[in-house]
């Protein structure tokens, strides 16, 4: 196969402007005011024959075209004139028989007044209409037409006048294409025009069905060909050398003037001119007089029998055979069909199959670029337009281009759009967003949608990051209408209210039948899509502004890999059904109680998505999964809560436990790590594990019933693979050291080194830039969650997947939050030293150590009497608030309580107090820190002589619910209210104490 000079890649295509701001800005000018001039008899005809702005109205909702006209009527010339002085009007339509002026006087004197105003004379028969064949100075009428009661002439003459107005403009943006109709009778012309009309938009209308939605059609619908209409020779001529890179077509009539005079053979001189400056250019010659048929033989053009009782039928297939708008049809010589495609898909895949010669016939005659533009690709029609067939080597170089420049243009047509799922065209590696049913995405499918789109609309971050290949993974969407079938049609509504347990829930759910049409679709998805799937919720109220419900639902990761698709489509329907039976939790219901949403059940919509990794030996992982967030709630110096903060493992993100605890870092400040701030802070701090999904030997259950098919493994048992060896540095025991390398001895210790340290790929300013994205489409700071893939050629861009995109206002932990003086009145401590954000309502109890007992020397004891008094909380499962001096988690026991994360992991909010007996800073870099950051515990510090306070008489008071020697517990009678505004670093515990 010879290389192409003009083949491209798919960044020079992005150059073609395959994006959809340009139909925007297409028929920019409307008729939205018409004025019709016509005697009241003329009027009352018109209205016995239906009114002529219902017929209008009718047409334009009919073929689903954009706002229709207006229409204000005036009885007579001088009216009507008067009219035109005080508004302005897109389209003046005259009818004869006006008492005091006759049509060409008075487009005379609307010409005076308005030079540009399209004036057209309606009359009721062509005596009336005799055209004007006189072609020296100006017209008051531009075009005659016969009225007989057909609305479909209204609306193309609407259509026309916008094409006048709109052809210079349009062709220049975008390249639109021409097509001329060459017509001196009034009455063939008012024949052919409504007949043109009609093919154009019925056959556009037809060929955008390919992979776009509602939206995009009707975009696309505006670059649809301009009809322009000539009836002399001279006027054609002039329309044809002004327009010709973009005429697509001329159909000419036989007999018209020419210099003044009706000439027998106009037709045939003029298609004769046009023959010989473009040979293979689509031209039809019509003609009353059947012995004209032998000059459109001679010159090898098509021929029309105006008296044809096949008439129509004959127009509309010179459109589908010669304008582009059928089939795609190559045949041998002698006229045999080779094969034949409707869709782009179709002639991507039959391209390969065609022999070289039908190809270069069909790219000399441009049928390529004609077909294209039929179905409105403008960019890359045009692109092929400007290229001769000459241009290529070979035919087969024309074969490469056509499928590769098919193939780039379908995958970014499919760019932030989301497209109905269509079970026998669905093509997993170009579609990347696709729903079932007719109902909501739910916030989660909602929020990604916004993002696929936001990369859609601005390329430039891509572009300004060529170390990345950014995208959205390839998504299905079950809508919220589909989960409300299988909920009434299972009677499923009542375990909201019951006294189910999850597992009871979840065993009905499994039990009942998914709507027959789902599965259907559900099996066409799996039989092409076989590649690890996340299923996920999106449920109407998640990720929400206000009383969000994220985090409240299940996720389930599959192999999807399975060689028999019925055991892979059992897999997910039961990962769907699970999904759907959380919705019926206690959680999500205890929640909605708690809000204002408690008077409606949340509806579930499902989100399907391509798991962005990649295999290695048995299992499936990424390199990085992270969330960033715009709004840094834990900032220390030199960081700025604005600057953001980045959480990040090795392998899948799954919700963070004693074994993975994720790398925090500012984009803004990458070089920051406060837990790797020294050697044995990265030994204790860093992963040293990661979970996988499990892609061979997996039971054909998999793992559902235990809440997870992910697995953890060691790194050290997976040392060998190349995500783990490109993430981590080298730990020498004998030498107590840490090398960046991938060789030698020692044992891996994952310090994302290569991202951080040496800027390959440079993830943090990319970061950056997301975020600033984000924020600036949602008008909020946002938090997203992505995944990483780094390639082993170094060449090669790395995959950035972005998995969800979301308020940070859509969690409890990131409502905005704000402290009055009436909280700081009734509050039993205040900080103005406060780390986190939220607020806090199910802590029940406060431990604290007492303060005139604490004795520094006494700081090891002290934190084995609050592990014991944390182990018996949580066997309670009652989460607490603890209150006690010095550093919370010190190694160093004289600067406070030496307590480990496993002596206070049921706390919910940490208050330090700081006095003249001890004023140690946080620790920020220890792993206790960072198990408070990554659970996002509230952390305050009470700073004594100052405003900060905690009431020490009001817990002296309250009565003992536990504690020890050092330690007391108390029980207040209603959960505490614990506030942070991580804004404003402010912090308040709150209680009605005004009766105490």
């Not at 083949?7 to 402007?17: C, Q």
């Not at 030079?115 to 009721?124: G, I, M, R």
């Not at 776009?212 to 044809?240: C, T």
């Not at 192999?559 to 939790?585: K, Q, W």
Request: charged letters at 25%; hydrophobic letters at 40%; one cysteine or more.
């Amino acid at each position: 196969m010879s290389a192409s000079p003009h083949l491209i890649d798919e960044n020079s295509f992005d150059r073609l402007d395959t994006r959809f701001s340009t139909y925007h800005e297409l028929m920019a000018v409307k008729v939205l005011e018409i004025l019709l001039v016509a005697n009241p008899y003329d009027a009352y005809i018109l209205e016995e024959d239906g009114s002529l702005a219902s017929k209008i109205i009718n047409e334009y909702r009919g073929l689903n075209l954009s706002r229709p006209p207006r229409l204000t009527q005036a009885a007579g010339g001088a009216a009507a004139l008067a009219l035109l002085k005080d508004k302005h009007f897109d389209l003046v339509m005259v009818m004869p028989n006006q008492k005091d002026m006759t049509p060409e006087t008075f487009g005379t004197a609307v010409k005076a007044i308005h030079p540009k105003t399209p004036v057209v004379k309606l009359s009721h028969g062509e005596h009336y209409a005799a055209p004007a064949i006189d072609t020296a100075g100006p017209r008051g009428v531009d075009q005659n037409y016969i009225w007989s009661g057909d609305s479909d002439l209204l609306l193309a003459l609407v259509k026309n006048t916008e094409d006048r107005l709109n052809v210079e403009a349009d062709t220049r943006k975008a390249g639109v294409r021409v097509l001329i109709l060459v017509e001196d009778s009034p009455l063939y012309r008012s024949f052919f025009l409504p007949l043109i009309y009609k093919e154009v938009v019925r056959q556009t209308q037809s060929v955008l069905s390919d992979s776009l939605n509602e939206e995009h059609r009707l975009l696309k619908m505006r670059a649809r060909p301009k009809i322009l209409v000539a009836d002399s020779f001279e006027q054609a001529k002039a329309m044809y050398d002004k327009f010709k890179p973009y005429v697509f077509g001329v159909i000419s009539d036989t007999r018209f003037p020419k210099c003044g005079v009706v000439t027998a053979d106009a037709g045939i001189q003029l298609l004769q001119v046009i023959k010989e400056d473009i040979p293979h250019l689509p031209l039809l010659l019509m003609s009353s007089e059947t012995e004209n048929r032998r000059h459109a033989k001679r010159l090898q053009i098509r021929f029309t029998d105006k008296n044809s009782p096949r008439l129509a039928e004959e127009f509309r297939n010179f459109f589908l055979s010669s304008l582009g708008f059928g089939d795609f049809v190559f045949r041998t010589p002698d006229g045999a069909e080779l094969g034949r495609a409707a869709t782009f898909r179709e002639l991507e895949d039959l391209l390969p199959r065609i022999p070289e010669e039908p190809i270069y016939y069909e790219a000399c005659r441009n049928r390529f670029s004609n077909w294209f533009m039929a179905r409105s690709e403008i960019a890359l029609a045009s692109y092929m337009g400007r290229i001769p067939a000459s241009d290529f080597s070979d035919a087969a170089g024309i074969r490469e281009f056509l499928v590769k420049s098919i193939r780039i243009l379908r995958r970014n047509r499919q760019k932030g759009v989301v497209v109905q799922f269509n079970p026998q065209s669905y093509d997993p590696e170009i579609v990347e967003f696709v729903k079932i049913g007719n109902g909501s995405l739910g916030g989660k499918a909602r929020g990604l949608a916004f993002m696929a789109n936001m990369l859609y609309r601005d390329p430039s971050i891509e572009t300004s990051h060529p170390e990345f290949h950014i995208q959205v993974p390839h998504t299905l969407v079950i809508t919220t209408d589909v989960f409300d079938e299988f909920i009434e049609s299972n009677d499923l509504a009542a375990c909201a209210g019951s006294e189910l347990t999850d597992p009871e829930i979840t065993d009905r759910f499994l039990a009942a039948a998914l709507p027959v049409a789902l599965v259907a679709q559900l099996e066409a998805f799996v039989e092409r899509a076989v590649y690890p799937l996340s299923v996920r919720s999106s449920s109407l109220l998640e990720d929400a502004y206000s009383h969000p419900y994220s985090g409240l639902y299940k996720t389930f990761m599959i192999p999807n890999n399975h060689r028999l698709t019925s055991v892979r489509l059992a897999h997910l329907e039961s990962a769907v059904r699970r999904v759907y039976a959380s919705a019926f939790y206690r959680g999500p219901r205890t929640f909605t109680r708690s809000t204002a949403h408690q008077v409606r059940r949340d509806s579930m919509a499902v989100m399907i998505q391509a798991i962005a990794g990649q295999p290695h030996g048995d299992y499936f992982y990424p390199a990085i999964s992270g969330v960033a967030r715009s709004w840094n709630y834990y900032p220390i110096s030199p960081m700025r809560p604005e600057d953001g903060i980045n959480r990040m493992a090795l392998g899948f993100g799954k919700a963070m436990d004693d074994r993975q605890l994720p790398l925090r870092f500012s984009p803004r400040h990458p070089s920051v790590l406060p837990q790797f701030s020294k050697l044995e802070d990265i030994l204790t701090n860093a992963q040293n594990g990661f979970y996988a999904l499990r892609v061979k030997d997996y039971p054909e259950a998999l793992y559902f019933d235990r809440g997870t098919n992910l697995h953890w493994r060691d790194a050290d048992t997976a040392q060998t693979e190349f995500p783990v060896r490109a993430m981590s540095s080298r730990y020498f025991p004998e030498e107590h050291r840490l090398r960046d390398t991938t060789v030698g001895a020692g044992y891996p210790v994952v310090t994302f080194a290569p991202l951080l340290k040496y800027n390959r790929p440079p993830l943090a300013s990319l970061l950056c830039d997301l975020l600033a994205m984000g924020r600036q489409g949602m008008g909020c700071d946002v938090e997203f969650e992505y995944s990483l893939n780094i390639p082993t050629d170094a060449d090669r861009p790395a995959d950035f997947s972005v998995l969800q995109m979301r308020p940070m206002a859509a969690g409890e932990e990131h409502a905005d939050v704000h402290i009055g003086d009436a909280d700081r009145a009734e509050a039993l401590c205040y900080s103005n030293q406060c780390l986190g954000n939220g607020v806090i309502r199910e802590a029940r109890d406060i431990v604290y150590v007492l303060p005139e007992r604490f004795d520094v020397a006494k700081t090891v004891s002290i934190a084995e009497e609050i592990g014991r008094v944390n182990a018996q909380l949580k066997r309670q499962k009652r989460p607490y608030l603890l209150i006690g001096p010095g550093r919370w988690g010190s190694a160093d026991r004289w600067l406070g309580i030496p307590v480990r994360w496993k002596d206070i992991d049921g706390v919910r909010a940490v208050i330090e107090v700081r006095n003249d007996q001890l004023k140690a800073d946080a620790s920020h870099g220890s792993h206790f820190f960072q198990h408070l950051t990554s659970r996002g515990i509230v952390y305050m510090t009470v700073t004594e002589n100052t405003d900060d306070f905690v009431r020490w008489p009001w817990l002296d008071n309250r009565p003992d619910a536990g504690g020890e020697h050092f330690v007391r517990c108390v029980r207040p009678p209603e959960p505490l209210l614990i506030k942070a505004d991580g804004h404003h670093g402010q912090g308040a515990v709150v209680l009605d104490i005004a009766g105490d």
